[in-house]
């Protein structure tokens, strides 16, 4: 007969776990519990404001859509990441490509992987103002101007990622269709681009997540386009005189909808593709 063998719980890594879902939980129970709440429900009392809707309302949602004019912001939303994304994809696989088979070989490209990468440590708060005055110079003070500047701003993440994760496809793949007579474009779009798949499906979420959740970027380089998008949209709820908390959250929550179902779809492939690109 088998002994049955107690595991032994690792309190730390436990405590640690739980206040991380609570953290994460609590501001997501109170987004919820206030966007079905009527204004008049609001208190000032922390059981008030915790306590459950009397009654679950959507007309919370009905007003904010109206006010965010919501269908033409997240339309707008849509075509700024879904392009960002897109071209994102394109660009910085391919400079992955390039930078993460020469590197080691060539210090040249040591050195373009290192330029590269730095721009992570720049803050946006520095090249805010050149990037408004020259964006408006050059005429790209639009959403174009927008994702140009987005596919610049995640590169060095990207690229990062991408040469990282080439270290795990073997050469001789592409020896093999070097040899079969393929040129390299042939090989890096037909070969390696698709063994990619769990990587770029973890730039698309990181990409996308920082595209759509972004309000300065655009607050800063389209203001006056008359274009909005829906972080821009949800600034009209904060006034000087107090914020509409109900209108707001219940647009915050129509804002999350969409990102997450595509988070939901990618997630798959997200785990395999960090793992493999981040740590290398």
């Known amino acids: 007969m088998k002994t049955k063998v107690k595991e032994r719980v690792n309190w730390p890594i436990t405590i640690l776990l739980i206040v991380g879902l609570i953290t994460v939980a609590f501001p997501l129970y109170m987004t919820i519990v206030i966007a079905f709440k009527q204004p ?50 394109v660009i910085h696989s ?104 769990p990587m770029h499906a973890t730039v698309a979420v990181l990409t996308a997540l920082g595209t759509w959740n972004d309000v300065m970027t655009p607050l800063v380089i389209m203001s006056g386009s008359g274009m909005t998008t829906l972080p821009l949209a949800q600034m009209t709820f904060q006034t000087q005189f107090g914020t509409n908390y109900n209108l707001a959250f219940a647009s915050y929550l129509l804002a999350l909808l969409p990102i997450l179902i595509f988070y939901l779809v990618c997630q798959k492939q997200i785990l395999n593709g960090v793992v493999n690109g981040a740590v290398k």
């Open 40 to 89: 008049s429900e609001m208190t000032n009392s922390i059981a008030g404001i915790l306590s459950l809707p009397k009654s679950w309302s959507i007309a919370n949602f009905a007003e904010a859509m109206r006010v965010t004019d919501f269908w033409r912001s997240l339309g707008n939303s849509f075509i700024i990441t879904i392009l960002t994304v897109v071209v994102s994809i």
């Open 94 to 197: 391919l400079a992955g490509y390039a930078i993460g088979r020469n590197k080691a070989k060539s210090k040249f490209y040591s050195f373009v992987y290192l330029y590269i990468v730095s721009g992570m440590f720049v803050p946006f708060a520095i090249l805010m103002m050149p990037l408004v005055k020259q964006t408006a110079m050059i005429g790209l003070a639009n959403w174009v101007g927008v994702i140009v500047l987005y596919v610049v701003f995640y590169m060095p993440m990207n690229v990062l990622l991408y040469s990282g994760y080439l270290v795990n496809i073997p050469m001789a793949l592409e020896e093999a269709a070097y040899v079969d007579g393929a040129t390299t474009w042939q090989t890096y779009w037909k070969i390696i681009f698709p063994i990619m798949k």
